[in-house]
C-alpha cells in the first residue's frame, strides 16, 4: 500500500466510497444526499487543504484531508478528515492514513490537530485516535442525530504535534 497526494484523477476512486460512507450517515455531519459535486468541493476545497490517498494494486482504500481547523490566528492548529473504504476496513488503513497526516501536520508546522466532531457511537475511531495520543477535551451531548442510535454525543478532540508534549 502507498500513501501519497492525491491527483486529479484520484477522484473516481474516492467518491464510490465516500457517496457510501456519507450515505449511512454514522460518522459525517454532511447531508446524507450530498451531491458528488458538493462532496467534492468539501472533500477537495478546503483553503490551505491537501487531501491524500491510500492506493494499492492501482485502487484508492481510503483518503485523508488536512486543513486548517481556523484561519489566521487559529491556523496552527490542524484539522482532517478519514475515509476508508468499507470493503478495506480491518486492514490497517486508517491507520496508516492517520499516522502519514500527523507526519505531514507536524512537518507543515501545525502545533496540534483538533477533531471537532467524532461521533461517539464510532468506537472504532474514537480507539483510533486515542491509540494516537488524541484525547477527548469535550462531548457536545446530543450533538450528531444518528440513523440507528437517535441522538448521541459529539467529542471534540486534541492532540500535540510537538515532539515533546504529545497528547497535551
Not at 468541493?41 to 490517498?53: A, E, H, M, S, T
Not at 484508492?60 to 470493503?87: K, R
Request: charged share 20%; glycine share 12%.
Amino acid at each position: 500500500m502507498e500513501i501519497r497526494e492525491a491527483r486529479e484523477g484520484d477522484w473516481a476512486g474516492i467518491w464510490p466510497f465516500l457517496r457510501d460512507v456519507v450515505a449511512a450517515g454514522e460518522t459525517y455531519c454532511w447531508p446524507r444526499d450530498t451531491s458528488e459535486a458538493d462532496a467534492r468541493q468539501w472533500w477537495l476545497g478546503k483553503p490551505g487543504g491537501r487531501v491524500f490517498v491510500a492506493e494499492d494494486g492501482g485502487r484508492v482504500l481510503g483518503t485523508a484531508e488536512l486543513h486548517p481547523n481556523q484561519p489566521a490566528a487559529g491556523g496552527h492548529v490542524a484539522n482532517a478528515g478519514f475515509m476508508v473504504a468499507p470493503q478495506a476496513a480491518g486492514r490497517g488503513i486508517g491507520r496508516a492514513l492517520a499516522e502519514h497526516v500527523l507526519a505531514e501536520a507536524a512537518n507543515a508546522g501545525f502545533r496540534a490537530m483538533q477533531f471537532n466532531a467524532v461521533v461517539e457511537t464510532n468506537h472504532n475511531a474514537v480507539r483510533l485516535w486515542q491509540s494516537l495520543g488524541f484525547r477527548v477535551l469535550a462531548t457536545v451531548p446530543d450533538g450528531f442525530r444518528h440513523p440507528v442510535h437517535g441522538f448521541v454525543g459529539l467529542h471534540v478532540m486534541h492532540r500535540s504535534l510537538e515532539a515533546d508534549t504529545h497528547g497535551a
